[in-house]
Structure formats: C-alpha cells, structure tokens
Nanobody, 123 residues
C-alpha cells in the first residue's frame, strides 16, 4: 500500500501560480512512477502530468504543457506540481497518484491515490 497526502492547494488569481506537493509513504518511493490528475465539478477525472521513478521522463496533458511542471525529490518521498499561468479552467480537485512501474505509466497503471486538494482559480 501507498499512502499519499497532497498539500499546497488553495485560491489563486488567473495568471498566478501555485505549487502542489504530495508526500508518499508505505513503499519505496524511488520505485514508484508518480502522477497528478484533476477532477472539475461535473467532469471526469483527467490526467495532468506524470513522472517516471527516476524523474528523467515526464508526460503532460496538452492543456497544461508549457504551464505546469512535475518534479520529484526521492530523498524526500515527495512529488511536486508547479502550476504557472493559471486559468479558470484549471479549477479542480487535484489528486496525486502512484504506479509500481519504472517508466511513464498508462493511465490505468495508477492504482494508488491521495485524497485530493482543491485548487480554485479566480478570474
């Protein structure tokens, strides 16, 4: 099992920035690929970004490319999502996810989930 706790959500203005953090425990963090997903009201959960367990490979949804950056510090068992140039459509609950796979996982490979943190962007 993997336990994950997200933090860093809150209210931001359009064009502003937020950084989300996800602290993981329960399994060797450096052997987990990590990802961020989000779910807006009335919509399905969608992929935002993923990172391999080494941190060398990353993947982004087209809607956030060039604005969001995923990174990880294995020594701290933590993955981050730096969100810049925020837009109203980024408003959602953001979830941290983990997969026991080395490379960038398929969406269905993510089997461990955090509780989520709310991000609200005001225009």
């Amino acid at each position: 099992q993997v336990q994950m706790v997200e933090s860093g959500g809150g209210l931001a203005q359009a064009g502003g920035s937020l950084r989300l953090s996800c602290a993981a425990s329960g399994r060797t963090f450096s052997r987990l690929a990590m990802g961020w997903f989000r779910q807006a009201p009335g919509k399905e959960r969608e992929f935002v970004a993923g990172i391999s367990w080494s941190g060398v490979s990353t993947d982004y949804a087209d809607s956030v490319k060039g604005r969001f950056t995923i990174s990880r510090v294995n020594a701290k068992n933590t993955v981050y999502l730096q969100m810049n140039s925020l837009k109203g459509e980024d408003t959602a609950v953001y979830y941290c996810a983990a997969a026991a796979i080395a490379t960038i996982p398929r969406r269905s490979d993510y089997v461990y989930w955090g509780q989520g943190t709310q991000v609200t962007v005001s225009s």
